[in-house]
């Protein structure tokens, strides 16, 4: 069992809709998330962090349950633009960041 | 805009060869790291630097070699390439601890025949 597991879609979404997905991760001493986006063949970057309390920027929120080891990534009124792969990341208990194979997202008009 | 570069950017190279993938980044960041990510998997790092004449292994088992000689600068070399290295090599680096925001470079995407 992988440590980070994500639904690899792909989460083909019409422009304006909300979209959720979920990613799990299996050590429960993990300590902080993180979701990142990747364009098709770009570089990752950090979308947000996901804090115990949850957090909110703009469109998207990230939630995080510790009780069942999974974190959320909503996206509200969703645009073209966020066509994307987004990973799901976490830092283990040996500060190390562990990769999640990504969830990829289209956004069709 | 993130302060990091890679080159080459694209390298097809045939077996035996030896190569260099160059990662600097004008940052000051003290941690580096060199990521391969294969199509629609995950990132699996293979090297890391926590500053000058740091290096250490990554999760993932790799035939590559690192040097940490200048803070802005972590080389990556492989002494003899095989078509199983044929994958992307992203680097990146972060203010301070694994927690913090990571940047990433472009990415080389090496094919080796």
């Known amino acids: 069992r992988k440590e980070v597991e994500q639904d690899p879609g792909p989460f083909n979404v019409p422009e304006g809709a909300t979209v959720a997905f979920n990613c799990t991760y299996s050590?429960?001493?993990?300590?902080?998330f993180f979701w990142y986006r990747q364009d098709c063949r770009k570089e990752p970057k950090l979308l947000m962090s996901v804090y115990s309390s949850g957090n909110e920027d703009g469109r998207f929120t990230a939630q995080l349950n510790r009780a069942s080891q999974y974190i959320s990534l909503l996206i509200r009124d969703s645009k073209l633009s966020d066509s994307a792969t987004y990973l799901c990341?976490?830092?283990?208990?040996?500060?190390?960041?562990?990769w999640g194979a990504g969830t990829k997202l289209i956004i069709k008009p | 805009e993130a302060d990091i570069y890679q080159t080459p950017r694209y390298l097809v190279i045939g077996t035996g060869k030896k190569i260099t993938l160059e990662c600097s980044q004008t940052m000051g960041h003290d941690k580096m790291y060199w990521y391969q990510q294969d199509p629609g998997m995950e990132l699996h790092l293979i090297h890391y630097s926590y500053g000058v004449n740091s290096t250490e292994k990554g999760d993932l088992s790799s035939e590559s070699t690192v040097s940490r000689i200048r803070t802005e600068h972590f080389p990556l070399t492989l002494e003899s390439a095989r078509p199983s290295h044929t994958s992307q090599y992203l680097c990146a680096s972060s203010e301070s601890d694994f927690g913090n925001e990571q940047f990433f470079g472009p990415g080389t995407r090496l094919t080796v025949l």
């Open positions: 050590n429960s001493a993990s300590q902080s």
């Open positions: 990341v976490v830092k283990d208990s040996n500060y190390q960041l562990i």
